[in-house]
């Protein structure tokens, strides 16, 4: 049974940091919701998929990529304009814009069938998740809208990590 739903950004975070919340929340599932599992520059290198994978073996953390949850490119696209037109970079971001809030749920995320998630992570014996994507703060960033829909329908609370 899923107990605890938390999520995870990596931008203003050290590999050490990063690796710290997970282990230091009991992270036992590790949700990747990325479209694509790489990140630019050697930075945040620790999040590209063949180190992550790794690393997170060797934590005990079980890894699931579900591509399905990712915003499509036109779907990214009506937060970029929103991030021009608020004079923000992805980085400096505090929320996402109403546009793309609307166009991910109605497309991804309504159609998406959380309850055949919830079956399959519970199948694999873990109570403490974690959803993940790039963005600092998780109300900047489509994880927030998937936790919190998660966390809804099982009655749990959502902490960003």
Known sequence: MITNIYTIGVYNSTEDSFFDKLKSNN?????????????????????????????????????LHIKELAPTKEIRQKQKDADKLNKE?????????????VAYCNRILNPFDMHELIARIESMGVERIAFFCVEEQAQACHRSLVAKQMGSLLNVEVEDL
């Open 27 to 63: 992270i036992e599932l590790f949700c990747d919701i990325r479209l694509r599992r790489g990140v630019r520059g050697a930075q945040y290198k620790y999040v590209n998929k063949t180190y992550l994978e790794s690393k997170l073996t060797s934590l005990g953390v079980q890894y």
């Open 89 to 101: 970079t992805k980085k400096q971001r505090r929320a996402l814009g109403k546009d793309f809030i």
